[in-house]
């Protein structure tokens, strides 16, 4: 089955950090743009992080930027979001998906392959 495995959730205090990290099962990663999208309860998913296939390229949430860091190692078909800084607001459920384009629109119809994500959760 193609699709990604997220990990790396939990329950963390404000402030603190985590890794997040996202396998890919059943296809190579190397050609994709790599997208992390969350859905915080009662809201639309939205975009969070973008890197190109190189890793070289990459995008931020305003609402992120600066406290996430995105990365991706195509030799262990990963991506990873380092998180820190964390706030209640960024209470979510945490997903990749794979895309051929860097937009930094990041329509979720633009993405394919979704997993089923790993939870956040940061106490207010």
């Known amino acids: 089955q193609v699709q990604f495995v997220e990990s790396g959730g939990g329950l963390v205090q404000p402030g603190g950090s985590l890794r997040l990290s996202c396998s890919a099962s059943g296809f190579t990663l190397d050609p994709y743009v790599i997208g992390w999208f969350r859905r915080a309860p009662g809201k639309e998913r939205e975009g969070v992080s973008l890197i190109n296939s190189s890793g070289r390229t990459t995008y931020y949430a305003d609402s992120v930027k600066g406290r996430f860091t995105i990365s991706r190692d195509n030799a262990e078909n990963t991506v990873y979001l380092q998180m820190k800084s964390l706030k209640p607001e960024d209470t979510a459920v945490y997903y990749c998906?794979?895309?051929?384009?860097?937009?930094?629109?990041?329509?979720?119809?633009?993405?394919?392959?979704w997993g089923q994500g790993t939870q956040v959760t940061v106490p207010s």
């Open positions: 998906a794979k895309s051929w384009s860097f937009r930094t629109t990041m329509a979720p119809a633009d993405f394919a392959s």
